[in-house]
C-alpha cells in the first residue's frame, strides 16, 4: 500500500456510499465496497469510477490518483470479504436502525483491523447503533453532505464510549481528503447541518406553495442571498459582522425586533401532505425541465467555483477545526 494511504471499505452502495467510495478513490486509495445487493454490488464500480474522474475534471483530484484508486476497487462477496483488511470502515446502508445495528454487530467480528468504524447516518446516535456491538470505542457517526466527494463538510458525533484518539485519527483521515469536520457534542435527530437545511427549506417550500415565488427564483434567492453569505462565515459570524464594532450585540439591539415578527410569520407545519407534494413536485419539474444530468453538471460546476473562491481567499483552512 503507497505511503499515507489508507484502506476503506464502504457499507452500502447508495448513493451517499458511492460518494464516499468515489471520495476515497479519488484519493488514490484502496478502496472495498458491499452491498447485500447483488445488482448495486455489481453497478457500483462503473459510476464510482465515473465519479472519482469527475473531480479531474473539476480539478478536485489528479488523474494519477483518481486511475489508482479506481484499480485499487474491489467487490467483496460477504462483509468480511470487503473488510477484512479495511482500517476505516464506513456504513451507509438505508436509514434503518436495525439495519444499521445488524451491520455494526457483523462488523465486529469481521472488521477486526479496523481503527475507525462511521455510520453515515443522520437521524440516530451512533450508541443506539452499537448497542449491542463490541469494540463501541472506535464507532461514531461521521455524516456527509450530498455529493460527499464535492460537499466539504463532515459532522462528526462521538458516543459516549468513543475513543478520542479514533475521532482524532479519523479528523486527519478526513483533512487529507480534503474535508472539513465539524464535532456534535450532543445527539440531535438529523444532526446540525440537516436541521438547519429542513428548516429553510420547510420555508422555501411554503414560499412557493403560496405562490409567493417561483421555484426558480426560490432557488436563486436562496443560492445567491443567505447561502453565499453564510458561505465564507456562517450565520453568527455574518450577524456579528453586520454591525461593524457594535457586533452581535449591536444587530440585536437593531434587528432582533424584525426578525421576532418574522419569526411569528415563519411555517410552522410538520406534514407535507400528498396534495402538496404532487403540486411541489410538479413546480420543480416544470422549473427544470432540462436533462437532469446538464442541470447536474452545472451545479457541480457552480459550487466547485465557490469552494475555489473560499480557498483563494484562505477562508477554508480558516474554517477548519
Not at 447485500?36 to 475534471?57: C, F, I, T
Not at 411569528?264 to 396534495?275: E, F, G, R, V, Y
Request: glycine share 8%.
Amino acid at each position: 500500500m503507497k505511503t499515507g494511504t489508507v484502506h476503506v471499505a464502504v457499507i452500502g452502495m447508495g448513493d451517499i456510499g458511492r460518494g464516499w467510495a468515489a471520495l476515497c478513490v479519488a484519493a488514490g486509495w484502496p478502496v472495498s465496497i458491499y452491498d447485500n445487493e447483488a445488482q448495486a454490488s455489481h453497478d457500483a464500480p462503473e459510476e464510482v469510477s465515473d465519479r472519482a474522474r469527475a473531480l479531474v475534471a473539476l480539478e478536485r483530484a489528479t488523474d494519477r490518483d483518481v486511475e489508482r484508486g479506481i484499480r485499487s476497487i474491489t467487490v467483496g462477496k460477504s462483509l468480511l470479504q470487503a473488510c477484512g483488511e479495511a482500517q476505516w470502515v464506513i456504513e451507509s446502508v438505508p436509514e434503518d436502525l436495525r439495519l444499521k445495528q445488524q451491520v455494526f454487530q457483523g462488523l465486529s467480528a469481521t472488521a477486526k483491523k479496523a481503527r475507525v468504524v462511521t455510520s453515515s447516518t443522520s437521524g440516530y446516535a451512533i450508541q443506539d447503533i452499537v448497542a449491542q456491538s463490541n469494540q463501541k470505542e472506535r464507532c461514531l457517526v461521521a455524516h456527509p453532505l450530498n455529493p460527499p466527494e464535492l460537499i466539504p463538510l463532515i459532522e462528526l458525533a462521538p458516543g459516549p464510549d468513543t475513543d478520542p484518539a479514533a475521532m482524532e485519527l479519523l479528523k486527519g483521515w478526513l483533512r487529507a481528503l480534503r474535508k472539513i469536520p465539524v464535532v456534535i457534542n450532543k445527539h440531535v435527530p438529523g444532526n446540525v447541518a440537516n436541521r438547519i437545511a429542513a428548516a429553510v427549506w420547510r420555508e422555501a417550500i411554503d414560499l412557493v406553495l403560496k405562490g409567493v415565488i417561483d421555484v426558480q427564483d426560490l432557488d436563486r434567492a436562496v443560492s445567491l442571498g443567505p447561502a453565499l453569505g453564510w458561505a465564507a462565515g456562517g450565520p453568527h459570524l455574518t450577524y456579528h459582522l453586520a454591525s461593524g464594532s457594535q457586533g452581535v450585540s449591536g444587530f440585536l439591539q437593531h434587528l432582533l425586533g424584525m426578525y421576532e415578527e418574522t419569526w411569528s410569520d415563519l411555517a410552522t407545519w410538520s406534514h407535507l401532505n400528498q396534495k402538496d407534494q404532487q403540486k411541489l413536485t410538479h413546480a420543480v419539474e416544470r422549473a427544470y425541465e432540462e436533462d437532469i444530468e446538464k442541470i447536474r453538471r452545472a451545479r457541480d460546476g457552480r459550487l466547485v467555483e465557490i469552494l475555489r473562491g473560499l480557498e483563494r481567499a484562505r477562508l477554508l483552512p480558516r474554517l477548519m477545526p
